[in-house]
């Protein structure tokens, strides 16, 4: 389980400086990128050595969505609606169920 948060806190970060990179125009967050990236497939790639893939993949997938949506909104002020914090809630609950 410890290599799949590592694979999540690799995703975000990957995320937020694809963000940052302006279009890979900017050189320090498109590398970054680049390198959490890498480093998230690492990590998700060992956990599957100890989860199943689809437990893996479920949680992987969904919180990595629900946890750029939440850096989206408070980190680049980007549109903060009911409909998305109640499909965030459906994606955890969805994961829960899985």
């Known amino acids: 389980m410890g290599y799949l948060i590592l ?3 690799f995703a975000t970060l990957g995320n937020i400086c694809v963000k940052l990179s302006s279009g ?15 480093l998230c497939l690492y990590f998700l790639t060992l956990s599957v050595e ?9 949680v992987w997938s969904g919180v990595s ?6 850096f989206g ?4 002020n980007e549109e903060a609606s ?6 965030i809630g459906l994606i955890i609950i969805g994961v829960i169920i899985l």
Do not use: V
């Open 7 to 9: 694979s999540l806190l």
């Open 24 to 38: 890979f125009r900017r050189f320090l967050p498109s590398t970054a990128s680049f390198g959490f990236i890498g």
């Open 50 to 58: 100890t989860l199943e893939i689809w437990i893996a993949y479920a």
């Open 65 to 70: 969505i629900a946890a750029t949506t939440l």
């Open 73 to 76: 909104i408070f980190l680049f």
């Open 82 to 87: 009911r409909k998305k914090f109640i499909s």
